[in-house]
């Protein structure tokens, strides 16, 4: 814990505005939309580790495309406008730059048990000199 306390450091829990981010977003097209280019988009929410739901949003296009991978669709917003529609859906919080991911899901090995081999004793004629 710092004993100093200097005039532009806030507080923990003090809210810095976040100036506009780019937030991921999802396509979605509306049960009536017949016309093909009429797609609208939502916003993603996330989970944390903790499971609590937790609105996201980035700096830079290149760090969410670092994170959420390339091709992503993303719509810039401010925090403000982050939080008012993510509050409704239950998701009180908001993570800026979120590093920490899982690692890609690998695809499931064939049908079969999965077996390891058991350590085989060391041959004791090979250790004779």
């Known amino acids: 814990m ?11 829990e003090e809210r810095v505005p976040a100036g506009p981010l780019y937030v ?10 017949v016309r093909p280019g009429t797609a609208e988009v939502v916003v993603r929410l996330f989970r944390t580790p903790l499971g609590a739901r937790t ?9 969410l495309a670092a994170t959420l ?11 403000s406008a982050l939080r ?3 509050g409704p859906v239950g998701a009180s919080l908001l993570t800026v730059d979120p590093t920490l ?3 890609a899901v690998a695809p499931a090995a064939a049908s079969g ?3 390891t081999p058991v350590p085989q004793a060391p041959d004791v004629a090979a250790r004779t000199v």
């Open 101 to 103: 991911t899982a690692p």
């Open 84 to 86: 008012t529609m993510a």
């Open 55 to 63: 609105a996201v949003g980035f700096t830079t296009a290149e760090r």
């Open 24 to 33: 991921p977003v999802l396509p979605f097209r509306p049960a009536g939309a």
């Open 113 to 115: 048990p999965v077996t």
């Open 2 to 12: 710092c004993l100093f306390q200097y005039d532009d450091d806030p507080e923990p």
């Open 69 to 79: 991978g390339a091709g992503r669709p993303w719509i810039r917003l401010s925090e």
